[in-house]
């Protein structure tokens, strides 16, 4: 846990959204109506003591009006191109200190450090979970999953579907979904997001 969040810590997502939130003279509670969030969440998250989950990022990024791509690139970075090394992508487990229940997933992003993109790649890998309602999500937006590996149930408003290693699903993410691995065996997947602007 503590390696997760060192990882977390050298991303500064927590700082980077307090800073944006100063830069356009908001309060927290300003962030929190544009959001739909609670400002104790909100503060939670700026003084890095919850990860926030893509959902929220996406929820905050729209406040902001940036690209989810923001909160995961290095500051002052220019490069056109990232290579991405086997095992050196950055790793988020959505965590909260306080003993939240966390969510049944972690991500990795794949284009770390890459500046302007309109897509954000990920590794995800997913836990065996009990399905419960709460887990389903929806923002703005599209989304792409390939399984690699393991068994998934897919949550798709009303629809559950069950994914198998080679099974893909695209979606438009405004309606509620969720993920759940259906087996103890590792589940992994990579998963594209699109923002729209």
């Keep these: 846990m503590e390696n997760i969040r060192d990882e977390v810590k050298e991303l500064q997502i927590g700082l980077k959204i307090r800073?944006?939130?100063?830069?356009?003279?908001?309060?927290l509670q300003d962030l929190a109506e544009g959001t739909g969030l609670s400002k104790p969440l909100l503060s939670q998250i700026e003084n890095e003591q919850v990860i926030p989950p893509l959902a929220t990022l996406l929820r905050i990024s729209k406040a902001f009006k940036v690209e989810i791509h923001t909160f995961f690139q290095e500051e002052g970075d220019t490069?056109?191109?990232?290579?991405?090394?086997?095992?050196?992508?950055?790793?988020?487990?959505?965590w909260s200190k306080h003993g939240d229940p966390r969510p049944p997933y972690s991500y990795h992003s794949l284009?770390?450090?890459?500046?302007?993109?309109?897509?954000?790649?990920?590794?995800?890998?997913?836990?065996?979970?009990?399905?419960?309602?709460?887990?389903?999500?929806?923002?703005?937006?599209?989304?792409?999953?390939?399984l690699l590996e393991g068994q998934l149930e897919f949550r798709y408003g009303d629809q559950v579907m069950q994914l198998n290693p080679g099974d893909s699903v695209?979606?438009?993410?405004?309606?509620?979904?969720?993920?759940?691995?259906t087996t103890d065996l590792p589940t992994r997947a990579v998963a594209v997001l699109y923002s729209r602007s």
Aim: hydrophobic residues 30%; contains cysteine; glycine residues 6%.
């Design 170 to 181: 695209y979606y438009d993410s405004s309606e509620p979904h969720g993920y759940i691995a």
């Design 19 to 27: 800073r944006m939130r100063q830069e356009r003279r908001m309060t």
């Design 111 to 146: 284009a770390y450090g890459k500046k302007n993109r309109h897509l954000e790649p990920f590794v995800v890998e997913f836990e065996a979970r009990q399905w419960r309602d709460d887990l389903q999500v929806n923002h703005d937006g599209e989304e792409f999953l390939f």
């Design 79 to 94: 490069e056109k191109c990232i290579l991405v090394r086997a095992g050196e992508s950055r790793q988020l487990r959505q």
